[in-house]
């Protein structure tokens, strides 16, 4: 009796720097059935503090060597990334690049976010269904000069998957005109019990004070600006309290200067990255994510399910995680907002422990093999049209 053959999946994606997306990616690996699906990712570099977490089964292939390989030399390396950064270039506009590489046909590929939109739709395999998956708010600054090229891009796939509701909705309202391929809001998986272990691993030493924990890339949008403002007016103010960031990125330098001009070095740490954040998102008092703009972000998620309380902007599909005042505090992406809440959460213990209490039942909210059977689907579905 011959064995179903199994359906070929291509994901396709930058590298696998600590992010939200990248953990997407890292539960779709794990979790989609072994038996239907024989899946390989190719990135564009091997880089990343996530590169060495693919499963064993998946089959890995990348198109260059990312910066941990790179000559510790700096003036090498600063050859090596324009070397690297040109050949990626040319990559992006000759797909033979990858094919070579991969020296395999696929059914389906699948961009896991707009940064891998142009490798999937320019693939040289034009029998293979492309998926598309969204997770961002089309409106936001960032998007801006991109968003053009995404608007032609997004009716060229065979399907599209947004991260949330809410990045649906603004894109449909911002441009009714746009014709959309068939599609369907998929929300995050969340591997709880994992999360759970995570959190035990150590317990960190944190001051014998309130304290906020964050944990995010240190980009500009993230909104640690503004956050380091509020924090050190709250601590004029007579409010003590210790805030913890877990992140990387091209604003650590800019946050340890305004931290030091504002004279809130020690109160307001700055860890970089880190593989498990998670003892320190239990073992804290409060969550915070002051950020500008957001799609459906897993940390949330995460410190919902460990029962945190959560300060959270407003943006994205955040509201569709947090219930105001009931399991965490939404808040406008203002200095001013972000005080009032956190002087709240360190004043009003009845608040806390209300947004506490909510929190005990929240991994109802939570259906991670419905998520995984949903794109099992979808997948299945393509391939038999």
Request: aromatic share 8%.
């Amino acid at each position: 009796m011959m064995m179903n053959k199994k359906t070929k999946v291509l994901f396709r994606h930058r590298s696998m720097e600590m992010g939200g997306v990248e953990k997407v990616i890292l539960s779709m690996l794990n979790n989609l059935n072994r038996d239907k699906f024989e899946m390989t990712i190719c990135l564009n570099m091997n880089q990343g503090e996530l590169r060495n977490e693919i499963p064993k089964h998946i089959r890995k292939v990348y198109l260059k060597e990312g910066k941990e390989d790179l000559s510790k030399n700096p003036v090498i390396k600063k050859i090596q990334l324009i070397k690297r950064r040109l050949e990626l270039k040319h990559a992006e506009i000759n797909p033979n690049v990858a094919d070579n590489l991969l020296n395999e046909k696929y059914d389906v590929e699948i961009a896991p976010t707009f940064d891998a939109f142009t490798s999937v739709l320019n693939s040289s395999n034009k029998h293979s269904k492309k998926i598309g998956w969204f997770h961002s708010d089309i409106t936001v600054p960032k998007m801006q000069p991109i968003v053009s090229r995404i608007l032609h891009q997004i009716p060229q796939f065979d399907y599209f998957i947004f991260g949330s509701q809410q990045a649906r909705d603004i894109l449909v309202e911002t441009y009714p005109d746009l014709k959309l391929p068939e599609n369907q809001v998929i929300l995050n998986a969340i591997p709880i019990d994992e999360l759970k272990q995570k959190a035990e691993v150590f317990k960190p030493e944190l001051p014998d004070i309130p304290v906020f924990v964050s944990v995010a890339r240190l980009h500009t949008r993230k909104g640690f600006h503004k956050l380091l403002n509020a924090h050190a007016k709250l601590i004029k103010d007579g409010f003590n309290h210790h805030i913890i960031v877990i992140g990387d990125g091209e604003e650590m330098d800019n946050l340890k200067k305004q931290a030091e001009n504002l004279g809130v070095t020690n109160s307001f740490e700055l860890l970089g990255s880190m593989m498990n954040p998670y003892p320190y998102v239990k073992n804290a008092d409060f969550f915070i994510l002051p950020s500008e703009s957001e799609g459906w972000p897993l940390i949330i998620a995460d410190t919902l399910i460990l029962q945190k309380p959560i300060i959270a902007t407003s943006v994205g599909g955040i509201p569709e995680m947090i219930s105001h005042e009931k399991t965490g505090y939404l808040v406008n992406y203002e200095e001013d907002d972000m005080y009032d809440a956190m002087k709240k959460f360190l004043t009003e213990p009845e608040l806390v422990s209300n947004i506490k209490k909510h929190l005990e039942t929240i991994e109802e909210q939570f259906d991670n093999q419905k998520i995984f059977n949903t794109v099992e689907n979808i997948i299945l579905k393509l391939t038999q049209k």
